[in-house]
């Protein structure tokens, strides 16, 4: 499926995929509060609303294809980062600071299905 009816949702996401999956830039971002001047809006909490509240991609993936997602196999990696959100949320709550979620053990299952994730749908 090469149209989608959301693609401007679908940039986003890739947007927030590339902050999700780049640890250094979190660091920066997170904890030193040292923004790059060409991204905007990449605190932890406009993404968590993105996925949560803004989209379906935290409750159904696979609802999204053909509007954010392009097919079953991109909705499957979003399901993968989901999951690993949760495991972080659930074992120490949804009020942290994005400085103090990257200094979790967990977090780095956050990272790497992020990777996964841009890999598959960028």
């Known amino acids: 499926m090469s149209e989608l009816e959301l693609p ?16 250094e830039h979190q660091r920066r971002e997170w904890i030193k509060f040292l923004p790059e001047e060409d991204i ?8 968590i609303h993105f996925l949560y509240d803004d989209t379906h991609l935290a409750d159904d993936p696979h609802q999204t294809v053909g509007a954010i997602l392009r097919n079953d196999k991109e909705a499957e ?3 993968e980062l989901i999951a690993a959100l949760n495991g972080v949320f659930s074992k120490h709550s949804i009020d942290l ?5 990257i ?20």
Do not use: T
Request: charged fraction near 35%.
């Open 8 to 23: 401007g949702m679908r940039d986003e996401l890739i947007d927030y995929l590339r902050v999700l999956s780049d640890p």
């Open 103 to 122: 200094k979790l053990p967990e977090w780095a299952n956050v990272i790497d299905c992020a990777k996964v994730a841009l890999r598959e749908i960028q």
């Open 97 to 101: 600071e994005g400085a103090d979620y």
């Open 77 to 79: 990696v979003i399901k």
């Open 40 to 47: 905007y809006n990449d605190e932890l909490d406009y993404i």
